[in-house]
């Protein structure tokens, strides 16, 4: 299973990005947890967005409104539309996937495969 994630950068404040996440290896519609983190230096890594199998989507309070999570699984690819970006968006991005069932997914060890993280940048 392989994870390749893209689309980070360095933005202004008040910008947007879209992130993508790429999965190999287990037929896409088949991960029930599609999920991004981040991890900013000096904090731990953090859930943004989640979503599931069925199109349920739950994202971090800070984030509410500014981001929206997203799935092709004719493209195999999870994405992240990131808007208003602020400062404290600053952060390695991660893509990670799950296939078991589970109610839990807030946590890292919630998750089976990670991607390898992208670089947001936002410039105040």
């Known amino acids: 299973v392989q994870l390749q994630a893209s689309g980070g950068g360095l933005v202004q404040t008040g910008g947007s990005l879209r992130l993508s996440c790429v999965a190999s290896?287990?037929?896409?519609?088949?991960?029930?947890?599609l999920a991004w983190f981040r991890e900013a230096p000096g904090n731990q890594r953090e859930l943004v967005a989640v979503?599931?199998?069925?199109?349920?989507?739950n994202y971090a309070d800070s984030v509410k409104g500014r981001f929206t999570i997203s799935r092709d699984n004719a493209k195999n690819t999870v994405y992240l539309q990131m808007n208003s970006l602020m400062p404290e968006d600053t952060a390695v991005y991660y893509c990670?996937?799950?296939?078991?069932?589970?109610?839990?997914?807030?946590?890292?060890?919630?998750?089976?495969?990670w991607g390898q993280g992208t670089q947001v940048t936002v410039s105040s």
């Open positions: 290896g287990y037929t896409f519609s088949s991960y029930t947890m």
């Open positions: 990670a996937a799950r296939r078991y069932f589970s109610s839990g997914y807030r946590y890292v060890g919630d998750y089976d495969y």
């Open positions: 979503i599931s199998s069925g199109d349920t989507t």
